[in-house]
């Protein structure tokens, strides 16, 4: 775990974490490998990129839970802070090493912003790069969960990220969304020179044992290749649901089984930036 200590110039890297494809487990995995890290001395910062705010729900549950005389109250929004060109002042403490910076229903007006105030193509994608900057070196790994369907946060979330993460659920409709974002990641790469890499595709599984969820994860390794998909996957568990009701604890049985599974899958996601960071570095 400590290789992931702001390799790049003693700044914090980015990741996003992506599909097109809603309900891929996105924000489950973005919020639950954060915590994850954190309790491993990891210095995270989730920043929920999505309107539907559920990155920043679950987050402020789990704070809750923690502190429970303690009132939450967000002064200021993600747009309001894209609009005066610094998100510095909002990150809010979830925890010891984790923090949240917290969207907002308004954060759907983005795609706005960004014509209005964009003057090519290149402007249009390069909105959030500066302002996420300002934060890396704060932490070791700031994670960026990204709505499924927006062209405009998921270019400039590519744009400012070092790596991306992919979650897939082992649905067909799923493995459509995370090849489709993939495909559209070539070509940002491509067409504005980014230095962005594949960590790998992250399955998350309806059923362990089905046989349409392991015909889907074999899709999956031909589709990416063998090497590109993890090992480790996210088994189908009603406690990672019941999170978006209480925030994530880690209390009885139940809450431990959720967090020894992201432990593995966390290792492994580290073991895979640290091999990439390696070959950056050579």
Do not use: C, W
């Amino acid at each position: 775990m400590e290789k992931l200590i702001k390799k790049n110039n003693n700044k914090g890297l980015i990741i996003t974490v992506g599909n097109y494809k809603g309900g891929a487990g996105k924000t489950s995995n973005s919020t639950l490998i954060g915590y994850t890290l954190a309790k491993q001395g990891i210095k995270v910062l989730v920043v929920d990129l999505d309107p539907q705010t559920n990155a920043t729900k679950a987050l402020l549950l789990t704070k809750s839970a923690l502190e429970k005389d303690n009132i939450m109250t967000i002064n200021k929004t993600i747009m309001s802070g894209v609009a005066n060109g610094s998100l510095v002042d909002l990150p809010v403490n979830i925890m010891p090493n984790y923090d949240l910076l917290p969207s907002y229903p308004d954060f759907g007006d983005f795609p706005k912003y960004v014509y209005k105030h964009a003057n090519n193509e290149t402007e249009e994608v390069s909105i959030l790069k500066p302002l996420l900057d300002e934060l890396r070196p704060n932490y070791d790994l700031i994670i960026l969960d990204i709505p499924p369907m927006s062209r405009e946060v998921t270019a400039n979330a590519t744009v400012a990220s070092d790596y991306t993460l992919i979650s897939f659920q082992t649905q067909e409709r799923s493995l459509t969304g995370a090849e489709n974002y993939i495909n559209d990641l070539l070509i940002y790469k491509d067409k504005f020179n980014l230095n962005i890499d594949v960590v790998g595709i992250l399955p998350v599984l309806q059923n362990k044992k089905g046989t349409v969820d392991n015909a889907m994860l074999n899709m999956a390794k031909e589709s990416f290749g063998d090497d590109l998909v993890f090992k480790s996957v996210i088994p189908h568990m009603e406690r990672i649901k019941r999170f978006d009701i209480t925030g994530i604890t880690d209390k009885d049985r139940f809450d431990r089984k959720v967090m020894q599974t992201y432990e593995i899958a966390t290792n492994e996601f580290i073991e895979k930036i640290n091999t990439l960071e390696d070959a950056k570095h050579e």
